[in-house]
Antibody
Framework: QVQLVQSGAEVKKPGASVRVSCKTS????????IHWVRQAPGQRLEWMGW????????KYSQRFQGSVTFSRDTSASTAYMILSSLRSEDTAVYYC???????????????WGQGTLVTVSS | QSALTQPASVSGSPGQSITIPCTGT?????????VSWYQQHPGKAPKLIIY???KRPSGVSNRFSGSKSGNTASLTISGLQAEDEADYYC??????????FGTGTRVTVL
């Protein structure tokens, strides 16, 4: 079955960077885009962007442009999100989620990782 | 993009039906039939329950249904059950391969 398994919780100091991984299994990694979604404590879901499984192209929400970078390792069927220049406001659970359809024809996010809590504190 | 607007909370008694509206603009909900809905229980990852406005993934109860009129999409839960108590989020395609989520609605079963 399709699974997305994320890396464990992180605690970082302000100004640092963090990398969250999303290891996939059960499908052809290179055929589907992976989206990233943020949820601050007690707050709503926010769409951050995607990375295309086919060619590694990326798209970022304007809100996160410049502060986040997506990458992938096709040999490991794993997607990564790097958040840089962390601030306390970046404390949140970060989710990866798969596009429902292959080749960026998706219309929803059908399988989600379990989430990774990133805490930014001095 | 601004978040889609949802009521903060909706409640109902077991067996009743409730409807959660999700209001966007002509740039997102109004322009595309690509609204999805997610159910999120506390401490859990979201779960897809409706896509392309009204379709249910395999395994999702037919008590969940979706619709759209103009710039507003809606999720209806019929025959409300205790297990339906959760947060619900709408999400719309917003052009140029971008998406926007709603503000979220807490459903309480009385």
């Amino acid at each position: 079955q399709v699974q997305l398994v994320q890396s464990g919780a992180e605690v970082k100091k302000p100004g640092a960077s963090v990398r969250v991984s999303c290891k996939t299994s059960g499908y052809t990694f290179t055929s589907y885009a992976i989206h990233w979604v943020r949820q601050a404590p007690g707050q709503r879901l926010e769409w951050m962007g995607w990375i295309n499984g086919v060619n590694g192209n990326t798209k970022y929400s304007q809100r996160f442009q410049g502060s986040v970078t997506f990458s992938r390792d096709t040999s490991a069927s794993t997607a990564y999100m790097i958040l840089s220049s962390l601030r306390s406001e970046d404390t949140a659970v970060y989710y990866c989620a798969r596009d429902r359809l292959p080749f960026l024809a998706g219309d929803a996010f059908d399988v989600w990782g379990q989430g990774t809590l990133v805490t930014v504190s001095s | 993009q601004s978040a889609l607007t949802q009521p903060a909370s909706v409640s109902g008694s077991p067996g009743q039906s409730i409807t959660i509206p999700c209001t966007g603009t002509s740039s997102d909900v109004g322009s595309y039939n690509l609204v999805s809905w997610y159910q999120q229980h506390p401490g859990k990852a979201p779960k897809l329950i409706i896509y392309v406005g009204s379709k249910r993934p395999s395994g999702v109860s037919n008590r969940f249904s979706g619709s759209k009129s103009g710039n507003t999409a809606s999720l209806t839960i019929s025959g409300l059950q205790a297990e339906d108590e959760a947060d619900y989020y709408c999400c719309s395609f917003a052009g140029s391969t971008t998406y926007v989520f709603g503000t979220g609605t807490r459903v309480t079963v009385l």
